[in-house]
């Protein structure tokens, strides 16, 4: 088998594998959004993170609590979902 022939295989079976992946996030209820807003908040928390280093001189006590009181609702939010995920992938596979 060349090469090339082999890479697309890969790709293929990537794509399936993504397709399944998905399928099955979407059966499980409120997973997809749940996921869909942690992104969401991991972007708005690195946005958050960018302004305050710009801000150099100007960053207050108030700003570095704010980011980490965020840092922690992300992490809770992320465990809950790796919870859900893990359990997902305990029954399916």
Same mark, same amino acid.
Request: overall charge positive; glycine content about 4%; aromatic content about 10%.
């Given at each position: =088998? #060349?090469?090339? !022939? ?7 079976? &990537? !794509?399936?594998? $993504?397709?399944?992946?998905?399928? /099955? ?9 749940? /996921?869909? +807003? %942690? *992104? #969401?908040?991991?972007? +708005? ?12 001189? /100007?960053? &207050? $006590?108030? $700003? ?6 965020? $840092?922690? +609702? %992300?992490?809770?939010? =992320?465990? +809950?979902?790796?919870?859900?995920? !893990?359990?997902?992938? *305990?029954?399916?596979?």
């Amino acid at each position: =088998m #060349r090469v090339g !022939s082999w890479n697309q295989l890969q790709r293929i079976r &990537t !794509s399936y594998e $993504r397709k399944i992946r998905w399928f /099955l996030i979407k059966s499980e209820e409120g997973l997809e959004e749940q /996921l869909t +807003k %942690l *992104y #969401r908040n991991i972007v +708005k928390y690195n946005s958050s993170i960018d302004e305050l280093i710009v801000l150099g001189e /100007l960053r &207050t $006590r108030e $700003r570095f609590q704010h980011i980490n009181l965020e $840092r922690e +609702k %992300l992490h809770l939010d =992320m465990e +809950k979902i790796l919870e859900s995920l !893990s359990s997902l992938r *305990y029954r399916f596979l």
